[in-house]
């Protein structure tokens, strides 16, 4: 049968998620972070880019509370929030 | 992975469930802007509004279907049973990206919406979740 996807393209199948789910956070721990990080995207017109810190706050809290493996922020897209940091501190000392 | 920073896509966000699963989910926002090669987290919320633990499982797709191949989660809530209480509510968070390979790709270059999908189904044991596309 010949169709659009017989040309050697990559084709889409849903895939499950690399590490797999997220834990519900049934207390609500991370609740905070989350309205944080929210309430920043109302304010910057939804642009991922502006509020990358918040995010990063929310996944820390998850991780903190065994509600994600810890990984490494660097290893998930935030290492130039991380070298920023570092940065800033060192340049304090 | 370095963000292809001058490809604004827009992702939105749709949310659906099953006729037989009595459930209130919903994304908590219409829409995000990203750009290839930067990581993103965006949140659904799901309540269980009737009065027994129900278990849920989802399922996504992309639109446009060729631009799915590009979209990278790297966790999120679907594919695992997720239990819900009675009257229960909890925020479901998507942490993703879109691969970079998605800015050389020449038939993605008049692609700047995305359309992400959640389908939560009632999970009964020994049901396989049925995937939409070509079978293998």
Redesign the interface.
Known sequence: MSTAMTFGTKSFTPRPPDKGAFPLDHFGECKGFKEKFMKCLRENSFENALCRQESKEYLECRMERQLMAKEPLEKLGFKDLIDEKSEAEHNKL | ?E?VKDRIIKVTFNADVHASLHWNFRP????????P?????A?YKAKNSTDKPVIGIS????VP??A??YF?????????E????PQ?E????V?F?IDPEFAEDPRMAKVDLITLSYTFFEAKGGHKLP????QK
Do not use: H, S, W
């Open positions: 992975m963000p908590q926002q219409t829409e995000i802007y990203v750009v090669g930067e990581t993103a987290l949140f399922t996504y797709n992309v279907f060729e799915g191949q990278n989660k790297i966790q999120c809530f679907c594919f695992e997720q239990r819900l209480n229960e909890v925020d479901m968070p942490f990206f995937l939409p596309g070509y």
